[in-house]
């Protein structure tokens, strides 16, 4: 609840109580009154007493005066009651402004892409109050969709703030950024920097690369969504810790491919925790089950809504509903592919390298010897930037991205440390005898030695390698 | 990264098991450091289980044989695996050691 809406209901509660004791007042004038009265008929008229003249006109002044005081209170009461129905009226309106600016802070026009015959994507949000805390957005940059869906913890005003924080830092960053798992940890950044009113937000980010299919995403505390092509099954996702909880927190990208006609649901927990009169929840069962065979995302999103509607019924909605759904449609297959890593520059995540060339060396079928050369190169590059680009002490992000092609391997690091280009420094003297040889720059010389092609470049504030070997 | 150090008499036999990437050499400064002081005998670097270097590992084996070369001392590299021997063909560290 608001604070305005806190002020005005505190407002309300203390009129009651000065109503309440106007009324004792009225009772007790009532009764000095009365018993002025009483007094003159019954005992005054009989006898004359010395103190029944005084006696009489005290009380029967007293009570007219508490009458009088009562009706003086009265009209400043209602001039009271009236402001606050006043402010009331002006809350009211500014709430419904809130709402229209709110809702003009996400997609609404479906389909989105008409001109476009490889993306089909419907969404909707329903806030259970004037105003959400729930979020989800989308934009095609460079032929890539970046997407994201949110959910602030509690309701209401405090939680609509923050969605638009959240909402303004996602476009933000993921102008400047393709790694969902950086924009993640760069908001998180900003989000536990500021967050005083420990309020967090469940938060699901993808970007997919429109020509290819793969999609790389983030989670960081939300709901998985759910992959619909022949089967149904929830996106594999580490759930990680929601945004604005730990600074520094490292979140871990995942990836995966988008096939022709594969579909991706994302949704907030309003859907999952819709509740009908029984109390009983929608649940993850019947949510997946309402999710049919059909392909369109127009299709899926009235049929989920039927769903939900049907299940419900009259109860009152209790939690903003938001669902979202991403249907791809690129028929051309690629001959290319990419998987990524993205690690902080630090030595002890230097063996996730062996592992992630593992992976790559599996799926193209590199005989051993090749595999080891190209870790070596790899961890060489990967350790230079970790060493000289950011200073001793400072946390940054290296970025690997292989691109796997039919007869050679790329792979390009990027960092957003200080400048540093490694081709540029001197190659070790390989042929010195013991008494002459340097210890240092075998790195880049290893590197050099194993790949085929080793090029540098500064962009964007970024420390671009990218290297290639010919297979 | 494992290393066994065995002591006989003035020959000392360090077995290197796993793999030398830069974070195990970080971790085993401290042992090729022991070896250092064993560098006035032999010292025989048995790499028959060394299934990976790095340049970080390299020139732990580079500074070791500069301290053997000081103090009089030799380092002999046993059993290189195909890869690993690759790895000592590129960096020219086959003119560098004795090898058995």
């Known amino acids: ?471 | 990264m494992e290393i066994n150090i065995n002591t006989q008499g003035k020959e000392t036999v360090a077995t290197l098991c796993g793999r030398l990437d830069t974070l195990a050499a970080q971790e085993s400064a401290a042992q090729f450091e022991a070896l250092q002081e064993k560098a006035r005998g032999t010292v025989i670097l048995d790499c028959s289980k060394l299934e990976y270097i790095s340049s970080s590992g390299l020139r732990l084996f580079l500074t070791l044989r500069k301290a053997a070369d000081t103090k009089g001392g030799k380092v002999v590299v046993k059993d290189l695996s195909a890869d690993v021997r690759n790895v000592f063909m590129i960096t020219g560290f086959m003119n560098l050691f004795e090898f058995q």
Do not use: W
């Open chain 1, 1 to 471: 609840m608001g604070q305005k809406e806190d002020n005005l209901f505190n407002k309300a509660k203390k009129s009651l109580k000065v109503r309440l004791s106007l009324v004792m007042l009225l009772i007790v004038g009532i009764v000095f009154a009365g018993i002025g009265l009483m007094v003159y008929f019954y005992v005054l008229k009989e006898e004359s007493h010395p103190l029944a003249g005084p006696v009489f006109v005290g009380l029967l002044i007293l009570g007219l005066a508490m009458i009088v005081f009562l009706m003086i209170r009265s009209v400043r009461n209602m001039k009271e009651l009236g402001e606050i129905t006043t402010v009331k009226e002006r809350m009211e309106n500014e709430l419904e402004i809130a709402k229209g600016i709110q809702m003009s802070m996400i997609p609404k026009i479906f389909p989105s892409y008409p001109e476009r015959g490889d993306i089909d994507i419907f969404a909707s949000i329903v806030p259970a109050k004037e105003v959400g805390g729930d979020l989800f957005d989308f934009f095609i940059m460079d032929e890539k969709l970046y997407f994201c869906i949110g959910d602030v913890s509690g309701k209401g005003v405090p939680a609509s703030l923050v969605m638009a924080v959240t909402r303004s830092l996602f476009r933000t960053l993921a102008a400047h950024e393709k790694s969902p798992g950086r924009i993640v940890t760069a908001m998180n950044e900003s989000m536990s920097d500021m967050n005083e009113s420990t309020m967090f937000v469940t938060f699901f980010c993808g970007v997919l690369d429109m020509k290819t299919g793969h999609l790389r995403y983030c989670n960081a505390g939300h709901n998985a969504p759910v992959l619909l092509n022949t089967a149904k099954t929830p996106l594999p996702v580490v759930s990680n810790v929601p945004l604005g909880i730990v600074a520094g927190t490292a979140f871990q990208e995942q990836e995966t491919d988008l096939k022709y006609d594969d579909t991706l649901f994302l949704y907030t927990d309003g859907v999952t925790e819709a509740e009908n009169a029984k109390h009983e929840l929608f649940g993850e069962e019947r949510m997946i089950n309402a999710l049919s065979e059909l392909k369109g995302s127009k299709a899926h999103l009235e049929e989920m809504q039927k769903a939900i509607s049907d299940f419900v019924g009259n109860a009152p909605q209790s939690d903003d509903i938001t669902m979202l759904f991403i249907h791809y449609l690129n028929e051309e297959t690629p001959d290319t592919s990419e998987r990524h890593l993205l690690i902080h520059n630090d030595i002890q995540q230097i063996p996730q390298l062996a592992d992630f060339v593992e992976t790559i060396a599996e799926e193209k079928h590199l005989d051993h010897s090749l595999t080891l050369s190209l870790n070596l190169a790899l961890e060489e590059a990967v350790t230079n930037v970790i060493m000289y680009a950011y200073p001793e002490g400072t946390d940054g992000l290296v970025d690997i991205e292989a691109i796997i092609r039919e007869h050679s391997l790329s792979f390009v690091i990027s960092d957003s440390g200080q400048p540093f280009d490694p081709t540029a420094q001197p190659d070790a003297d390989v042929s010195q005898s013991i008494e002459n040889r340097q210890v240092g720059g075998l790195g880049i010389y290893l590197v050099r030695s194993i790949m085929d092609n080793v090029s540098y470049e500064r962009n964007g504030g970024k420390n671009i390698l990218s290297m290639t070997k010919n297979i």
